[in-house]
């Protein structure tokens, strides 16, 4: 749970949400979030919105996606789009010529997937995290492979992770491209909720 000092949306961790039911049922990333006139949230996959959707709190939003947590200055009647090239969030409307060619909440594909990272690569990720029931935290490199977990240490069970694809790690957390990209060999990465970004470390 983030304390107050971490938290920098501007409402509430309880408020009420819409999550488009792909995105909830992991079968689609989440890339694009938007607040109407009266300053609901709604969170969207890949697609024209509106979509299907599904009610739950913005705390559990943030702590299964926390690339969101970066939205603080998300106004009223504003929306941004997650950019797989720029590796973060961009505004909508973000062009004032009318000459650039808007940002679309789309899907990871080859154009956008790095060439140093293999998209059928499997790691192994902790079911918890996978779920959305637990944040992901760690990011480790080990003789046996990549491992992506919650918070609580480093030693699992076989049947507390399930192997996923990397491409499919990505589109899970967006967030997460950049340290897969320079994770180095027995190192680990930890998310910061407060500066939002990974941090390195030794693993024992």
């Not at 909830?24 to 989440?30: I, K, T």
């Not at 409307?93 to 293999?118: F, N, Q, Y």
């Not at 992901?136 to 992770?161: K, V």
């Not at 950049?178 to 939002?196: D, F």
């Amino acid at each position: 749970m983030l304390g107050k000092r971490e938290w920098k949306l501007a409402s509430p961790p309880e408020t009420a949400v819409a999550v488009d039911s792909d995105v909830l049922a992991m079968r689609a990333p989440l890339v694009r979030v938007r607040r109407d006139e009266d300053g609901a949230w709604y969170f969207d996959g890949p697609g024209e919105a509106p979509r299907s959707a599904t009610t739950t709190t913005l705390a559990a939003v943030v702590g299964a996606w926390p690339h969101v947590l970066a939205l603080s200055t998300l106004d009223v009647d504003d929306s941004a789009i997650w950019s797989w090239k720029r590796h973060g969030w961009t505004s909508e409307t973000e062009c004032a010529c009318g000459e650039c060619d808007l940002p679309v909440a789309a899907d990871l594909d080859r154009g956008t997937w790095p060439s140093d990272l293999r998209p059928d690569r499997v790691v192994s990720v902790e079911n918890t995290a996978l779920s959305g029931q637990e944040p992901l935290t760690d990011i480790l490199s080990t003789p046996g492979g990549i491992a992506l977990l919650a918070a609580g240490g480093h030693h699992r069970t076989s049947d507390q992770m399930a192997p996923v694809a990397l491409a499919n790690v990505i589109r899970r957390w967006p967030h997460t491209m950049q340290a897969l990209r320079t994770l180095k060999p027995n190192r680990g990465m930890r998310w910061n909720s407060e500066a939002l970004n990974w941090a390195e470390y030794t693993t024992a």
